[in-house]
Nanobody, 124 residues
Framework: QVQLVESGGGLVQAGGSLRLSCVVS????????MAWFRQDPGKEREVVAT????????DYADSVKGRFTVSRDNAKNTVYLQMNSLKPEDTAVYYC?????????????????WGRGTQVTVSS
């Protein structure tokens, strides 16, 4: 059974930084394309960043380019999201997701496994 557990969320002032982590257990982590999504109540879940199995390919939502960095440590079965220059509009629940086919996608419906999410709140 594949499980994803996020951590690192919290309350931060605008301009601050947070680092999210997602530890994956079960399955073969190096095969999985990974992604971070976020969702605010009443809004659709949106992709934040994606990363390929070997970490060589990454992609970002336009709203976070230049501020967020996605990375992974396959030895630790962990994917990270470094978030800098945070803005109040970044406030959301952030979810980690894994696609067992290894195909990177911006579509949340393609992902097979999900964490329970971690709350990020940015105050102005």
């Amino acid at each position: 059974q594949v499980q994803l557990v996020e951590s690192g969320g919290g309350l931060v002032q605008a301009g601050g930084s947070l680092r999210l982590s997602c530890v994956v257990s079960g399955g073969t982590f190096t095969w999985y394309a990974m992604a971070w999504f976020r969702q605010d109540p009443g809004k659709e879940r949106e992709v934040v960043a994606t990363i390929s199995g070997n970490g060589g390919t990454t992609d970002y939502a336009d709203s976070v380019k230049g501020r967020f960095t996605v990375s992974r440590d396959n030895a630790k079965n962990t994917v990270y999201l470094q978030m800098n220059s945070l803005k109040p509009e970044d406030t959301a629940v952030y979810y980690c997701a894994a696609d067992r086919s290894g195909v990177i996608s911006n579509q949340w419906r393609r992902y097979d496994y999900w964490g329970r999410g971690t709350q990020v709140t940015v105050s102005s």
